[in-house]
Nanobody
């Protein structure tokens, strides 16, 4: 199994940027597809972005497309979420998730597809 720890959250201004990190330990990180989800207060957790094992395939929620970029460095066992042009509606707890993937090109966008989750990191965007 793999353990995930998110970092990099905090307070940002509208239009600002933050970079979240997801550090993994345990099994080989490159065996896992990775995604970011977020949960705003009083709302359901929602998909943000996903990346395949070999970084070749990514997918984004419409709400963040063009503003957020998911990436990973398998040699450093870390995934990232670069968030630019932040909006107040991006305020949420952001979670990293990982799931073993047989194919190097597969990613998943459904919360139920992921077995391993980090503890979350708070992102607050203030106007």
């Amino acid at each position: 199994q793999v353990q995930l720890v998110e970092s990099g959250g905090g307070l940002a201004q509208v239009g600002g940027s933050l970079r979240l990190s997801c550090a993994s330990s345990g099994r080989t990180f490159s065996d896992y597809a990775v995604a970011w989800f977020r949960q705003a207060q009083g709302k359901e957790r929602e998909f943000v972005a996903a990346i395949s094992r070999n970084t070749g395939t990514t997918n984004y929620a419409n709400a963040v497309k063009g503003r957020f970029t998911i990436s990973r460095n398998n040699a450093q066992n870390t995934a990232y979420l670069q968030m630019n042009s932040l909006k107040p509606e991006d305020t949420a707890v952001y979670y990293c998730a990982a799931q073993l993937a047989g194919s190097i090109r597969v990613y998943y966008t459904e919360e139920s597809s992921y077995r391993y989750w980090g503890q979350g990191t708070q992102v607050t965007v203030s106007s």
